[in-house]
């Protein structure tokens, strides 16, 4: 049991410590699920009756509809747009990439969709210059960067 539930406790306390970030939540809910997909494998644990049903369950009581609350679209951009995630686009599941789309649609205009999708369909890295690349652990560093140097 502590198997299970010490990383579910451990990322919850990380979702609401004063250091949480809009970027971790996505891949934090996506490490939830491979967790739980774990322990839903009988060989693994023996409550893989109620795992399977909570995986699977379409109510307000079920793990979809607790993602769909608690994974906003600007979580999965903020994800997409930490420079060490460019590459991860093409991961998010289909409905997800709408979302994102869909998001930046309403909220830009269609020069920051364009650059958007310029950005995480690169092949061998957002270019830019070095200077910005050493600060790739710190996103908003490494955004303001980007924009002071291609003004």
């Given at each position: 049991m502590k198997k299970l539930l010490e990383p579910i406790h451990k990322w919850q306390k990380m979702s609401e410590s004063t250091h949480a970030s809009l970027h971790y939540v996505y891949p934090r809910w996506i490490q939830l699920h491979a967790h739980l997909m774990e322990f839903s494998d009988p060989a693994n644990f023996c409550f893989v009756d109620d795992i399977r049903a909570y995986l699977t369950r379409k109510d307000s009581h079920g793990f979809e509809f607790r993602l769909k609350r608690q994974v906003q679209d600007v979580h999965i951009l903020a994800y997409i747009l930490?420079?060490?995630?460019?590459?991860?686009?093409?991961?998010?599941?289909?409905?997800?990439?709408?979302?994102?789309?869909?998001?930046?649609?309403?909220?830009?205009?269609?020069?920051v969709l364009e650059a958007f999708f310029y950005y995480v369909n690169q092949e061998e890295g957002f270019h830019t210059t070095k200077q910005c690349w050493k600060h790739v652990n710190n996103p908003k560093l490494f955004w303001n960067l980007s924009a002071s140097i291609s003004s």
């Open positions: 930490d420079p060490n995630n460019y590459s991860k686009w093409k991961d998010i599941i289909p409905t997800n990439q709408e979302r994102v789309t869909e998001f930046l649609s309403k909220y830009s205009g269609s020069e």
